[in-house]
């Protein structure tokens, strides 16, 4: 099903004149309103009147999400606070975390994409919507929320957190649909077997996963354990939060809401816009948002982007599923590395449990990868001796497919930690 065909199936020429007239009226209100966009332009000789097509997008600078730091908190909205409803924030890793705005017409087109994403994840009226996302200053929990609410279902607002219970209140209630981050759909999956409960035993249909980059094998994985069709949802705090683009059930990319964002794809080292079908780095333009519009913001996210039609109708452009971050890229000994990459890799040899970690290090002055990856009981206890023809297999397929040497190391199961948000893929000791 469709939420609204109107715009998520819009003929495409009829989309690139809504697309300028929107566009227009974005560069107008921030050219006027924030000081950072008026001399940006400015830097780049460019003004909102010189942008006579879409295409003139490029003669405009990036923004980064430097320029929000060092507009702590609200430099880069364009509206007075008493017209902001609501604050959300992303905690980022490092230095000042950034603070993102909405009008009440943004949380209207907020609920507009998610009701859109949860649709085409399988999510009807009749749906129980079991929302595990973080409730707070992420935008996961609310995000969904809304979006569930706005369809019509049955909302089960649970948060992240008490494991068991999230598994008891599902089966309990009669959950159909779960919304969380794939790597703790998988937590949820382990608890089920730890409790003895089987698919069967719930309700559970669908689930509309995101938040973190995850790969098609992990997919299998998911779909397999919690017998559900597991669907992809993207989005980033700065641009709304979920519901950016959405997987529909061809599963073959995420549909990007064109109606409110235009995508394009860079070259992150020289900034060039490359050509549809390239990969790169992804970055956005809102053209519908009140209290923060961003022009042309670099995402940081690696993807390519295409508009082939889809099997399920909509005309809105695809991207695939995010493959890394550009600043997640592990460049271990000049070979880069990107932690999908080997999630792919282990998930692809089926040996293993689909947990794992990668700890870079330097000695010396050689960074060091090292791969953790849980094992069964069984071959915990039973084979020495396997654990190591397993640890050199894997040591080989990742040099192989990769070019990169790893020290793999087998672990007891359950050593390594589960999270209810973001995994932590990544312990990076060189920066400790
Ligand atoms: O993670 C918004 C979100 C919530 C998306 C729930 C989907 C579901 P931030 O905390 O600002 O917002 O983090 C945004 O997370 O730039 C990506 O690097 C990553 N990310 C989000 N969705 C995906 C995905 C939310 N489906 C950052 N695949 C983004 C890969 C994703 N990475």
Known sequence: MIWNPYYEAID??????????????????????????????????????????????????????????????????????NEVVRIHSSSGTTGIPTVVGYTQKDLDTWAELMARTLTAGGATKESVVHIAYGYGLFTGGLGAHYGAEKIGATVVPISGGQTKRQVKMMKDLGTTLLACTPSYALFIAETMEEMDLSPKDLKLRSGVFGAEPWSENMRHVIEEKLQIDAYDIYGLSEIIGPGVSYECPAKAGLHLSEDHFIPEIIDSVTGKVLPEG?????????????????????????????????????????????????????????VNVFPSQIESILLEMGETEPHYQLVVDRVGSLDTLQVLVEVSEQMFSDHVRGLETLENKIRAEIDNLLGVTADVKLVEPKSIPRSEGKAQRVVDKRTL
């Open 12 to 81: 495409r020429e009829k989309l690139y004149t809504l697309q300028f007239l929107r566009l227009k009226q974005t560069l107008e209100r921030v050219y006027q309103l924030v000081p950072f966009y008026r001399e940006s332009f400015k830097q780049a000789g460019a003004e909102p009147g010189d942008i006579r097509s879409l295409d003139d997008l490029q003669k405009l600078p990036f923004t980064v999400k430097n320029d929000l730091r060092d507009n702590f908190p609200y430099g880069l909205f364009t509206v007075d606070l």
């Open 278 to 334: 390239e990969k790169g780095e992804l970055v956005i333009t809102t053209i519908s948002k009140e209290a923060l519009p961003m022009i042309r913001y670099r995402t940081r996210d690696i993807t390519t982007l295409t508009s082939e039609p889809c099997a399920c109708g909509r005309t809105h452009m695809r991207m695939k599923k995010v493959s890394g971050r550009t600043d997640d890229m592990l460049i271990i000994r000049g």
